[in-house]
């Protein structure tokens, strides 16, 4: 068995449970072919199998999920993870792409603008899920009028 250190560059915070029952709480990874199976099928059900995958890629983890029960070779994960991370990216909607990417980031800037006016509740509202969802579907609105006119 071998098991993975993650590192920076294989950030995955955020990210469906897929993702997250491969890591472990101390950033260990191991992957196994049930992981896979279901990172599968929701890829096929989103699209994004054949949309974002090369062939090559697909062929991969067809493999994989017929051969191996648990996945020992590091070379094999680090590919593997690499595939999972693109599906994981692709099969995100447009709302969650938009409160990461939009919503978050303007909630701060907002919590920071109202805290330097004297609001002692504003500082909750950069972690304020709700907020940061309205802000960002607010946006997605906006810059599809735009887009019409």
């Not at 199998?49 to 999920?65: G, K, N, P, S």
């Not at 020992?72 to 993870?81: E, M, N, Q």
């Not at 802000?135 to 735009?146: P, R, V």
Request: proline residues 1%; charged residues 25%; glycine residues 6%.
């Amino acid at each position: 068995m071998t098991i993975i250190r993650i590192t920076r560059s294989m950030k995955f915070e955020g990210h469906s449970d897929i993702m997250n029952s491969v890591v472990t709480q101390n950033g260990f990874f191991r992957l196994f072919r049930g992981d896979l199976i279901k990172l599968k099928l929701r890829a096929l059900r989103s699209g994004a199998w054949f949309r974002v995958l090369r062939r090559a890629e697909r062929v991969l983890v067809d493999l994989t999920i017929r051969v191996v029960y648990e996945v020992r070779s590091r070379v094999l994960a680090k590919a593997l993870l690499s595939i999972m991370k693109k599906l994981e990216d692709a099969s995100e909607n447009r709302v969650s792409r938009a409160i990461r990417d939009f919503g978050f980031p303007c909630t701060r800037r907002l919590s920071w603008l109202a805290q330097k006016w004297g609001n002692g509740f504003a500082e909750a509202w950069a972690f304020d899920f709700s907020f940061a969802r309205f802000i960002a579907i607010m946006h997605i609105n906006t810059s599809g009028i735009a887009r019409l006119l």
